[in-house]
Each structure stands twice: as structure tokens, then as C-alpha cells.
């Protein structure tokens, strides 16, 4: 994907924009937190609609990007979302391909209609899910499939503003039983952004 694998441990925090149906969608992560937000707006001017946010065993929703910490906003625990959304997480390109590196000996790579495929299964909290990553001629994750999602990558490019070889997807399909999200990726930053995920003290307290 990157030019080797070194490069690809070196990936640990990603931004990444997008546009579907009339919406756009940012999503910044972290491979190490684990972590991962996503905020979609729509309208012209846009206007937000979903601030959805995991860190580690912890989800919530947010009024604002980082809100909880002050006055006026609002972090709403949605504990039950805490499994989804870390699968949205590890089902991105580079963190598939992570997640199989973490499974070492138990991720299998076998042959299926000419393409390479490495199966394995999860780590907790996702133990009990298995992943299924298939790749392209240049070794790209194609497909990754677990516990129900399909995610389709295609068309890689290097999205990002300033250029540094991170091949991206530019198009993505997911889906979630009869749900489809069809995005086509405007713009990347895979260069190490500064990104952060504090858990706000009303969401930490009743989960733990």
C-alpha cells in the first residue's frame, strides 16, 4: 500500500474527508488509542448531524468535537456502539492490514480466485469476530469482511495535500446488511495528524 511494511506501522493517525448523498464525512482516527470520530454533515451551509466518537472500551456522541469539557455541550455515553464502531475502525484499508499483523501466527493467507486472502480472528473487544481482507494485484485491501460488514476499496491514489506516497482509497462501499454507503475520498491526511480523543468524565464514569 505504502511502499513496505515499515511504512505502514508508521501510519498511526489518519484524517480522512469524503462526500455521499448529498453529505460529507470526516473521519480522523488512531490506530495506537485505539480511536476513531466521525462527524457527517449536510446542507449548504453545511450543518452538522452526526458527531460519533470511540476510545477504547468507551463511546459516545458529541455536540460539538470534543464537547463534555465545556460549558454548553454535551457527550452523550452510547455504550452499545462501542463494538460497531471499533469495527469501523480496524475495517479501514490500513487498519485491516494492522489488525492482521497483530493476529501474527493466527491470520491464515490462502489463494481464492486468483487473489490473495489472509483470514484471522479479532482481539478483544472484538474477539468472536473473524476478518477477512482480500487484496488487490498490488496488494491493497480490496475487501474486508467481518461480523456482517463489507467494505469494497478501490481506485487508490495519494489523496493527501502535501504528496508522501500513502496510497488511499478514493472510493468506498460499505455494507451493513441492506445498508449501502457509497463514498468517494476528496482528501487524506495519513502524515501523522494531530488528533485527540479525551473520554469525557460523564461518559468514563458509568462505563467503567
Do not use: C
Request: charged share 20%; aromatic share 6%; hydrophobic share 35%.
Amino acid at each position: 500500500m505504502i511502499r513496505g511494511p515499515q511504512r505502514i506501522d508508521a501510519i498511526n493517525t489518519m484524517e480522512y474527508f469524503g462526500t455521499a448523498n448529498g453529505m460529507s464525512y470526516h473521519v480522523s482516527l488512531s490506530y495506537l488509542t485505539p480511536a476513531m470520530r466521525l462527524e457527517i454533515k449536510r446542507g449548504n451551509p453545511p450543518e452538522r448531524q452526526v458527531l460519533g466518537v470511540v476510545n477504547g472500551n468507551y463511546a459516545w456522541d458529541e455536540s460539538v468535537p470534543g464537547a463534555g469539557f465545556t460549558p454548553g455541550t454535551t457527550a452523550t455515553p452510547v455504550p452499545a456502539a462501542v463494538r460497531n464502531r471499533l469495527l469501523d475502525l480496524w475495517t479501514t484499508p490500513h487498519g485491516s492490514l494492522k489488525a492482521a499483523e497483530r493476529a501474527a501466527s493466527n491470520a491464515k493467507v490462502t489463494t481464492e480466485n486468483g487473489a490473495t486472502v489472509i483470514t484471522f480472528p479479532m482481539a478483544a473487544p472484538l474477539a468472536g469476530t473473524t476478518m477477512k481482507i482480500t487484496l488487490n494485484a498490488k496488494n491493497q485491501p480490496e475487501k474486508v469482511e467481518a461480523a456482517g460488514v463489507e467494505m469494497t476499496y478501490s481506485d487508490y491514489k495519494d489523496l493527501g495535500e502535501i504528496k508522501s506516497d500513502v496510497q488511499f482509497p478514493s472510493h468506498i462501499v460499505q455494507k451493513k446488511g441492506n445498508t449501502v454507503l457509497d463514498l468517494t475520498i476528496t482528501k487524506v491526511d495519513a502524515n501523522n495528524p494531530y488528533v485527540v480523543f479525551p473520554v469525557p468524565p460523564n461518559v468514563e464514569k458509568p462505563q467503567r
